[in-house]
């Protein structure tokens, strides 16, 4: 057997639905005893009121007579006066729709040897409601009422009915205008979240294009935000894969199509297997092993497993050693390396990666540089961080290359291209290191024709307090 299981629109209607139901009953049954105990309040106090006017008039009429002999049987009497106090008293009628006015007990006339004068065989009540009637400063008897516990005349009974059938009429239609306004407020209240249920369907089935409304301001508005980030890097993630799986293809064609070439050359005897024909084949093969070592070198960067063993290093000897190993290959090639550096700067590092950093930035510059130029190697210290900026001479890059110089496989072109022998992953690498190291990387025009790349480290007093 199936039950009915409502969905998060159902469960917050019946929640916002049933608190109303809840309120309107609470506030019914307190209404419901407030009348309840002001009615009989109002008919305490009208009958007290009607006892002192009885007990007053009977003061006269014991005064005028000297005695009760003109009572005794004379109940007849005492309804006259009552009714005669009913009209005297027209600042007390009933207004509209009020409860008509009356006597609501049973009252007794006694005099002063407590024998009853006036009213019915039932006994006289202890607990009653008693006036003195008063002669000469002397008690000369009482009126009594009997106390007012419920209602007795058919009018109050009536007038209670309506009343309370009203209240119940008032509950009906509250509730039914609260369930028609609850169910689109309900609506309303989780349209937002519908749009991020659907969005996150789409992004699970893939479609990373997808993006909700974000123009409430709160905490759905925030998570619809963070929902859209989370989809525009995921779509960014999806094309640079794409890009990425393109671009390896594109990069191992090239020397797997030469090797190719070589080889049907040499099989077709086209050409003969001499050790020039193996030089360039091992060329091919040495160009797929870089590749491949720059590949796996990033995909480990990528993933935080290059093993970083930081410790206080001195930046500038790592630096001195790099730069005169490339000394010779730059010097074969026209060109000069010009250092002006700090005599130490410090910093938190792995001495390794920092090498292989240094490594991949001077053989940038060693490839894209034309011969005859030079290289400036400059550092400086300052607010607790160590900039280091290589900056070559010409070719240099426009401002748009300037940005996606840093991205995998990009190269420039002119002289910055392929035929320098690089794979375009020497920077993405780079990147990485810098970033592990908790610095930053840019690039900008160099002063000298070229391209000025800026690498800034924190020094090792300010990040040994996070470590």
């Known amino acids: 057997m199936k039950f009915w299981r409502p969905g998060i629109t159902g469960k917050l209607f019946l929640a916002i639905f049933a608190t109303c139901i809840v309120l309107l009953i609470t506030m019914h049954w307190a209404v419901r005893v407030s009348f309840e105990r002001g009615f009989i309040d109002y008919i305490k106090r009208g009958n007290e009121q009607r006892l002192q006017g009885l007990s007053d008039a009977l003061a006269d009429q014991y005064a005028l007579h000297g005695n009760w002999r003109f009572l005794r049987n004379n109940d007849r009497f005492v309804f006259q006066i009552l009714k005669s106090l009913e009209h005297d008293n027209d600042d007390d009628r009933p207004g509209p729709g009020m ?8 009252f007794w006339v006694i005099d002063q040897d407590k024998y009853v004068l006036v009213g019915p065989r039932a006994p006289v009540p202890p607990d009653g409601t008693r006036r ?3 002669f000469n ?9 009997s106390p007012v516990e419920r209602l007795t005349r058919n009018t109050d009974i009536n007038f209670d009915r309506q009343q309370r059938q009203t209240s119940w009429l008032i509950v009906a239609l509250s509730t039914l205008l609260a369930a028609l306004a609850t169910f689109p407020l309900a609506r309303g209240l989780l349209a937002p979240v519908k749009r991020l249920v659907e969005g996150t369907h789409k992004l699970a089935a893939g479609d990373f294009t997808t993006r909700v409304d974000t123009r409430s301001q709160d905490e759905l508005g925030k998570l619809a935000q963070d929902f859209n980030q989370l989809a525009s890097t995921l779509e960014k993630n999806q094309q640079m894969r794409r890009d990425f799986m393109a671009d390896i293809s594109h990069e191992l064609r090239t020397p797997l199509a030469v090797l190719r070439g070589e080889l049907e050359a040499i099989q077709d005897g086209v050409r003969q297997f001499t050790p020039e024909s193996v030089t360039s084949l091992q060329a091919e093969v040495g160009t797929l092993t870089k590749l ?8 480990m960067s990528d993933e935080g497993a290059l093993a970083y063993q930081k410790a206080p290093v001195d930046v500038i000897n790592i630096l001195e050693v790099v730069s005169g190993a490339f000394r010779e290959r730059f010097a074969s090639r026209n060109l000069k390396i010009e250092l002006s550096l700090p005599d130490s700067a410090v910093v938190f590092g792995d001495p390794d990666r920092l090498m292989q950093l240094f490594n991949n930035l001077l053989e940038n510059s060693l490839r894209y540089t034309d011969g005859g130029g030079a290289l400036r190697i400059s ?14 001479s010409a070719p240099g890059v426009q401002d748009a290359q300037l940005e996606k110089l840093f991205e995998r496989f990009y190269r420039t ?3 910055r291209n392929r035929a320098s022998g690089g794979s375009g992953l ?3 690498i780079c990147v990485n290191i810098v970033e ?4 930053t990387i840019r690039a900008a025009h160099s002063p000298f024709g070229g391209v000025s790349i800026t690498v800034e480290l924190p020094l090792e007093r300010d990040l040994s307090r996070e470590v």
Do not use: N, Y
């Not at 400063?137 to 009422?145: C, D, E, L, P, Y």
């Not at 491949?292 to 995909?299: F, G, I």
């Open 99 to 106: 409860p008509p006015h009356g006597w609501r007990t049973q």
């Open 132 to 134: 003195a009637i008063m």
């Open 137 to 145: 400063g002397a008690t000369v008897g009482w009126v009594i009422a």
């Open 292 to 299: 491949v070592d720059d590949l796996h070198q990033l995909s």
């Open 379 to 392: 550092g400086r210290v300052e607010d607790g961080r160590f900039a280091l900026t290589f900056a070559d």
């Open 413 to 415: 072109e002119g002289s």
């Open 426 to 428: 020497g920077l993405a």
């Open 436 to 439: 592990a190291h908790g610095g």
